[in-house]
């Protein structure tokens, strides 16, 4: 399943900098985009959500922005704190059939 | 905050036995899901329910699999004849509105 991709596997920022993550969509029954954070053995935490009919979604540190046109939307986190460091899962719901599917993750590591 | 809870954590098991997983989802949520995340590959997605019945299902969710709301709190997944390749991290999730999907700590399942 090659619907959501994230092609960058990892990401390293510097504490109190801005993390950006993207992803990547082929999909136009897509309805709503998630992101996911996850711990080593623990299931993935919702983060944030973006409805395709919307362009930016803000949620404290987490801003999520959507661009459909070029079926992609990144993920911005402001400030990088440690307790960020995961790996992070965007998302995609079909609008027909509910379910998720997931890219590849991104992990995180920031830096003190 | 309500959690998503899931037993066993850990299951191991021989090839060709059957295995019962079972998750509590959150109190009011109406759509049930089970993902699984083989070691190394993506999150997907297996089986979604609502309203006491499947709503859709992966070509991974074969004869050998099924799922039950027994009573009104568990959620369960049976894999009747369990494979090599079943062995796997899964993940129930619950939503409220069927958008963001809320997901429980997993069941590491090694199928020897």
């Known amino acids: 399943d090659q619907q959501v991709k994230q092609n960058s596997p990892s990401l390293s920022v510097q504490e109190g900098r801005i993390s950006i993550l993207n992803c990547d969509y082929t999909n136009s029954m897509f309805d709503y985009f998630l992101w996911y954070k996850k711990y080593p053995a623990e299931g993935p935490t919702f983060l944030i959500s973006i409805s395709s009919i919307k362009d930016k979604n803000e949620d404290g540190r987490f801003t999520v922005f959507l661009n459909k046109s070029a079926k992609h939307l990144s993920l911005h986190i402001v400030p990088s704190q440690p307790g960020d460091s995961a790996v992070y899962f965007c998302?995609?719901?079909?609008?027909?059939?509910?379910?998720?599917?997931f890219g590849a993750g991104t992990t995180v590591t920031v830096r003190a | 905050e309500p959690e998503v809870t899931q037993t066993p954590s850990h299951q191991v098991t021989q090839m060709g036995q059957e295995v019962i997983l079972r998750c509590v989802p959150i109190s009011n949520h109406l759509y049930f899901y089970w993902y699984r995340q083989i070691l190394g590959q993506k999150v997907e997605f297996l089986v979604s329910?609502?309203?006491?019945?499947?709503?859709?299902k992966s070509e991974i969710f074969d004869d050998q699999f099924s799922v039950e709301r027994p009573d009104g709190s568990n959620f369960t997944l049976k894999i009747r004849s369990t494979k090599l390749e079943d062995s796997a991290m899964y993940f129930c999730a619950s939503s409220k509105t069927g958008v963001e999907q809320f997901f429980g700590p997993g069941t590491r399942l090694t199928v020897l």
């Open positions: 329910f609502y309203n006491n019945e499947i709503s859709e």
């Open positions: 998302a995609a719901r079909g609008a027909l059939d509910y379910k998720l599917s």
